[in-house]
């Protein structure tokens, strides 16, 4: 190994430095120096560290100092950090769609930020799901409708009750901010399942699977997308409920979801990778399911509202408007099949009350909806969109390129726990989300397949 003179005489003594400590305070001070504006230093000290396992660090710290966009160079290092056979849940897809790189921080190198547990809203979370679940699962949805209010609020209490003796250890310990948190979630649960039963009387949709969940050996397989380069991307994953509708030989099947956050579907953030949580799980039904249900059709995907403040009206609201606001802040959004059989069967009459579809004035179907040939391109997008994702972290690919636009997606960068890894500032490039409407993205859709 030849030195230039510039080269430092710890270097020049021996191959091997003694410390890394020391070669690291090297690199640091060298930055400047491989960017080749003094060459002959730079020459020395990349002619050093040639081959060594310093060569990736201080390439790390010089990218770094170029502001290079991170990847991970090695493909094999990236399909060993990743899994060759993936095995991820659709949040996760979420995230690696709106940022690769905190889906590298955040499951790849499972950089965790410490924080402090909000541990009344996951246990809220959890009793109100644990009530609807315990609900739903006692009767059918019909003989729901028929349960005198008093019976529904006691028996909710009593499950309240039972949860909070065997999972938290009872009352009587527990402080006095904690209980009332408890019964509010309680509350909540009692006015979403009241909604819930309005639903019912006018649905003749009927909830089969509460809490259902697809993974190997479990109620459903789990949905596996094979990758070009011989590995896989497995997605897994529960879903809050699963309604059936039975016709003609058909099971056409409903994916439900209650959302507290108060979401809205947006098939348009699809084509970027986003909100496809539900569609995945409909679509794993749709092929897997079929032992369970029997001919299986999607119908839709919906979102309920696990909130229903009758905000924004005016202090003397009568009982009438506060109702009427209640069933709107709870209308259901989502997607569904563009068959009027289907939309009635959902909400008889069609009146667009409990769900995002209606026949108007004319008589024409109008809604978010979508034809089953549309379902079907679906499918084959979300297929092609997991399968860029599997195959882009395989290759190492990394970017930190947030997608920023549409209303849930605004403040992509803002709440990240990498933001400080990443070191984004303001005039960095983002991946701009565009607002699609939804007849637009229906189009784009179906576009698609004729683009070949
Ligand atoms: S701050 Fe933004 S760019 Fe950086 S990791 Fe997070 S989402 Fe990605």
Redesign the pocket.
């Known amino acids: 190994m030849r030195f230039y003179p510039a080269v430092p005489f710890f270097l020049r003594k021996g191959f091997r430095p003694l410390k890394e400590s020391a070669v690291l305070k090297v690199h640091l001070r060298s930055v400047p120096l491989f960017s080749g504006r003094i060459p002959p230093y730079s020459a020395s000290l990349k002619e050093f560290i040639a081959g060594t396992e310093y060569e990736g660090k201080l390439k790390s710290v010089k990218n770094a100092a170029d502001r290079l966009p991170f990847r991970i160079d090695n493909a094999e290092t990236a399909t060993r950090l990743f899994s060759r056979d993936m095995y991820i849940s659709p949040s996760k897809a979420e995230v690696y769609y ?5 889906y590298f ?1 955040q499951y790849g190198m499972k950089v965790k930020k410490l924080r402090t547990a909000d541990l009344d809203a996951r246990i809220n979370g959890l009793l109100i799901h644990h009530i609807l679940e315990k609900i739903l699962l006692s009767r059918k949805n019909k003989e729901l409708t028929l349960m005198p209010l008093s019976e529904l609020t006691a028996e909710v209490g009593a499950i309240t009750e039972a949860f909070i003796t065997e999972f938290m250890g009872g009352r009587e310990e527990m402080s006095v901010l904690l209980k009332r948190s408890l019964d509010k979630a309680k509350d909540t649960a009692v006015q979403i399942l009241l909604r819930m039963i309005e639903e019912f009387r006018v649905s003749r949709f009927e909830t089969v699977a509460v809490e259902l969940e697809i993974a190997h050996g479990k109620d459903i397989e789990p949905y596996r997308i094979k990758l070009p380069d011989g590995g896989s991307v497995t997605i897994s994953g529960k879903v809050d409920r699963v309604d059936v509708f039975n016709d003609e030989g058909k099971a056409y099947l409903r994916v439900v979801d209650y959302k507290t956050g108060g979401k809205d579907f947006k098939l348009g953030d699809v084509f970027s990778g986003l909100n496809m949580q539900m569609l995945i799980y409909l679509m794993c039904l749709w092929d897997n399911g079929k032992e369970k249900y029997g001919n299986t059709v999607p119908a839709g995907i919906m979102y309920v509202p696990a909130n229903n403040s009758g905000d924004r009206l005016p202090r003397h609201a009568t009982k009438e408007e506060v109702e009427s606001q209640k069933l709107k802040n709870g209308r259901m959004n989502g997607m569904i099949l563009n068959d009027e059989k289907i939309v009635d069967a959902m909400e008889e009459g069609c009146e667009g009350r409990f769900i995002n579809a209606f026949i108007d004035k004319k008589g024409e179907l109008q809604g978010t909806l979508l034809s089953y040939e549309g379902f079907r391109l679906l499918h084959e997008k979300i297929d092609s969109m997991l399968e860029e994702m599997g195959a882009s972290l395989h290759l190492g690919e990394i970017e ?3 997608a920023v636009g549409s209303s849930s997606y605004k403040n ?3 709440y ?4 400080d ?4 500032t303001e005039a ?1 490039e ?1 991946r701009e989300l565009k607002s699609i409407k939804h007849a637009e993205a229906v189009k784009m859709l179906e576009g698609s397949e004729n683009d070949g």
């Open positions: 709106s940022c690769a790189f905190r921080c930190a390129l947030p992509t960068c803002e990240c726990d990498y933001k890894v990443c070191r984004r960095d983002i």
